[in-house]
């Protein structure tokens, strides 16, 4: 239930994230900044961190849900790619079909049961119980490479090469069309729709700095094969990066035309992690690298 609340001069100079906890005081603060963070918690119609400082008129428009109760078993089931592990990390090759971690759509069969299986003491690691060891996520449908903390030193470690910009990620994606430069940066805000909570947009003035760099590798007769490299990690960035620039990922159904065409065979949006550059906790810089899946190696036969 959305509840409204107006600032008055008595609660105004304090942190919106501590003014919200007065009124969802059951919840832990960490819940509440990421919903905050999320745009649950609006400030005159826009979102703000957790730490704004409340001004006198402002009006909050909360609608904060509660947490979803999460049980993180092992599944031996779910199969993982490995291709290199230390005492800190594990990469691994992500198939697609695959969500990362258990949330309220989906409560177990998640790579990260899987993980558990392999790796019990994974379960301990991090911030969010319900994401333990991950640093950075692969869309559902979206295949390849993937790094995961195996103790809490190496999940700060990790973390702040993603937060610093350091780590290096290149995917490579099949568009519909071809864009009008080979080449280029796509910089733009990117914010979470209101009318879709499980889409993201181009925001014009609210929303979070995202960029990408992108390269075309080959034309084909409807499509292109381009190499995109984010150099932030906004959800869903890519996809709402190409489809905002008039070439959506093929197959890709939230973000694609309705109207565009998609090679015949291709069953999901055609995005997969190819290379991963980083320096580990142990201070080795190591490059990963992920051929195309067969399935996605196909359908560029079929189009050829």
Do not use: C
């Not at 819940?31 to 704004?52: C, E, F, M, R, W």
């Not at 060891?133 to 700060?156: C, Q, W, Y």
């Not at 937060?163 to 914010?191: D, H, M, N």
């Not at 993201?200 to 003035?205: P, S």
């Amino acid at each position: 239930m959305k509840r409204v609340y107006i600032i008055k001069s008595t609660d105004k100079n304090q942190r919106l994230d501590k003014y919200v906890m007065r009124f969802y005081n059951n919840y832990s603060r960490a819940y509440l900044q990421k919903q905050i963070k999320k745009g649950a918690a609006l400030v005159n119609d826009q979102t703000k961190k957790p730490s704004y400082i409340l001004k006198e008129a402002d009006k909050i428009e909360a609608d904060i849900l509660p947490p979803q109760e999460i049980s993180l078993e092992p599944d031996k089931n779910i199969k993982i790619h490995i291709v290199y592990e230390d005492r800190d990390a594990i990469v691994l090759d992500k198939q697609a079909g695959v969500t990362v971690h258990p949330g309220p759509a989906q409560k177990n069969g998640t790579l990260v049961n899987g993980l558990l299986a392999h790796y019990p003491p994974l379960k301990d690691i991090g911030e969010d119980p319900a994401r333990p060891g991950v640093v950075h996520r692969l869309d559902k449908d979206t295949s390849g490479l993937m790094i995961i903390a195996k103790n809490n030193p190496a999940f700060e470690w990790l973390k702040k090469q993603f937060q610093e910009r350091k780590v290096i990620k290149k995917y490579l994606a099949l568009v519909v069309g071809r864009p009008k430069k080979s080449s280029g940066e796509i910089k733009t805000l990117i914010t979470r729709s209101r009318s879709n909570p499980t889409k993201q947009k181009v925001g014009i003035k609210e929303g979070k700095e995202a960029i990408t760099l992108y390269e075309t590798l080959k034309q084909y007769k409807n499509f292109t094969l381009i190499e995109a490299q984010p150099k932030t990690g906004r959800m869903h960035q890519i996809r709402v990066h190409l489809a905002w620039l008039g070439n959506p990922v093929a197959g890709d159904t939230k973000y694609g035309h309705k109207s565009a065409s998609k090679p015949q065979g291709l069953n999901r949006q055609f995005l997969h992690a190819t290379s991963l550059k980083i320096t580990l906790p142990n201070g080795q810089k190591k490059d990963f690298q992920s051929p195309l899946p067969k399935e996605l190696k196909r359908i560029l036969a079929i189009i050829a």
